[in-house]
């Protein structure tokens, strides 16, 4: 019995460690791992570029259009002044006649009576 026993013992250790993962399966499940990690931080890399760029072109951008601003600014004051000089004097206009001038209403209080 004890042999028989002991028999049982050994096969079921070897059917145990016959059924775990061999070295090649452990060694490919790592590689795995380690090329998911890899591929995680070559994708967050091309994020963090795009979004430098994208802040570079936003930049660029807002530069350009103060640029053309400060430009239009420019333009509009220079050619106002010679506009300016080649123009007549402004006349002012004269003041209107009183008949345009509408009737004052008389007050009136809270009850309707003219005061």
Do not use: H, W
């Not at 998911?36 to 994020?47: M, N, P, Q, R």
């Not at 009183?98 to 009576?113: F, H, I, L, M, S």
């Amino acid at each position: 019995m004890k042999k028989l026993s002991l028999l049982l013992a050994v096969t079921s250790l070897t059917a145990f460690v016959a059924c775990g993962p061999s070295a090649e399966e452990k060694a490919a499940k790592e590689k795995a791992t380690q090329d998911s990690i890899a591929a995680v931080e070559a994708a967050k890399a091309a994020e963090d570029a795009a979004k430098a760029q994208q802040a570079a072109d936003s930049t660029a951008a807002y530069t350009a259009a103060e640029e053309a601003k400060a430009k239009a600014t420019a333009d509009s004051i220079e050619a106002s002044g010679k506009k300016g000089a080649k123009s007549k004097p402004a006349v002012k206009p004269a003041d209107k006649p009183a008949a345009d001038k509408p009737a004052e209403q008389p007050k009136r209080n809270r009850t309707g009576k003219t005061e």
